[in-house]
């Protein structure tokens, strides 16, 4: 029998850490090692009980979750998922723990915990799941957030241009973040489906939009897609890109999920294969299952130059290794490099 995940919980409330620690214990995968109700008392738990993962509350007395886990993944780097509620203050908050190195989040109910918890907890489960077989890197002190300006392309084709087209799940914000960061102001347009809940997705571009180069902003159905801008598909929206006489614009709908997402990536990367054919690179960055994969295949049928994120700069390389296995991809690249060879693989589709 497999040795069970060790999960420490960390929340000032003694409700959530109850309700949480019960929903945890009643999954045979999973050993509830202890919880704790702040930093201090999660850094001694840390050392006496050696947990698999953590799930760390953002608001606590004395230091909170963002200080601790700065701290932590500077001297004990080890699997964290975040706790956040879903206010606009939580959303800002929640997408920085993740760039600080935390795997992935869940939101906490607003009120009734006990009732509203029981909704979530697959959720929860499945995510620590995850966590334990991420891979976590040591985060050192540095370098602030800035923009990485880069030389410009060459003038893009005529006509409605060219497309890239991104999927990203689990660890997939701060693979975003470096990827689009290293795009130039001129940019081809581009269109990203990263799973994330619907109230996270706009704080998400809001972000990003103040880091990188190009614009980035939540999509709005009927967008143009357009150099030196990328469109984040809103959660819970499915997004699609059609032709549009000389343009490309994106579509909305709320079609059932797709691989138990909305938006999914392969519904992304199913359109771009029909309606931008050779004209678009397709880039599946690091997440769990296998969303994106069938979608990657086709776009390469179709002529597309399509790339994937390699294993060791992946956070999980679930999503990547499943397209790899189709035999969906041209060229698999550390994170680093993806945003040269996508836009390489542009210069040579134009």
């Known amino acids: 029998m497999a040795s069970r995940i060790r999960v420490l919980v960390v929340d000032d409330s003694a409700l959530m850490r109850q309700v949480l620690g019960t929903m945890l214990s009643r999954d045979p995968a999973i050993e509830l090692v202890g919880t704790a109700s702040d930093a201090y008392v999660a850094r001694d738990k840390i050392r006496e009980l050696s947990p698999d993962v953590l799930t760390l509350d953002v608001e606590m007395p004395r230091m909170d979750g963002l200080s601790f886990l700065e701290k932590l993944m500077r001297v004990h780097p080890m699997p964290v998922v975040m706790v956040s509620s879903q206010t606009e203050a939580g959303c800002a908050t929640t997408l920085r723990a993740l760039e600080l ?10 009120c009734d915990v006990r009732e509203h918890m029981t909704e979530v907890a697959q959720q929860v489960i499945d995510k620590i799941k995850i966590a334990a077989s991420a891979r976590v890197r040591q985060r050192l002190p540095g370098a602030p957030l800035l923009p990485y300006a880069r030389p410009l392309l060459p003038p893009p084709p005529r006509g409605a241009g060219c497309v890239i087209a991104v999927g990203a799940s689990t660890g997939g914000t701060e693979a975003l973040r470096q990827f689009l960061t290293a795009l130039p102001a001129d940019a081809p347009g581009v269109v990203v489906v990263q799973h994330m809940p619907a109230q996270f997705t706009r704080a998400f571009a809001d972000r990003l939009d103040h880091l990188c180069t190009i614009r980035v902003k939540e999509a709005d159905d009927g967008d143009e897609v357009l150099a030196g801008l990328a469109l984040i598909a809103p959660g819970n929206w499915h997004m699609r890109v059609a032709r549009d006489t000389t343009t490309y614009r994106v579509s909305l709908s709320n079609d059932p999920p797709v691989n138990r997402h909305r938006p999914a990536v392969d519904v992304l990367f199913h359109s771009c294969a029909e309606h ?6 397709g880039v599946l960055m690091t997440g769990m299952g296998d969303d ?38 041209v060229e698999v690249l550390p994170l680093s490099r993806l945003a040269d060879a996508a836009l390489g693989g542009l210069r040579r589709a134009s």
């Open 292 to 329: 994106g994969a069938r979608g990657l295949l086709a776009m390469r049928k179709a002529g597309a130059h399509t790339l994937a994120q390699d294993e060791e700069s992946c956070v999980v390389f679930g999503m990547p290794k499943v397209a790899v296995d189709l035999g969906a991809v």
């Open 276 to 281: 931008v054919q050779s004209h678009a690179v």
């Open 101 to 110: 190195g935390a795997v992935d989040f869940v939101t906490k109910p607003r």
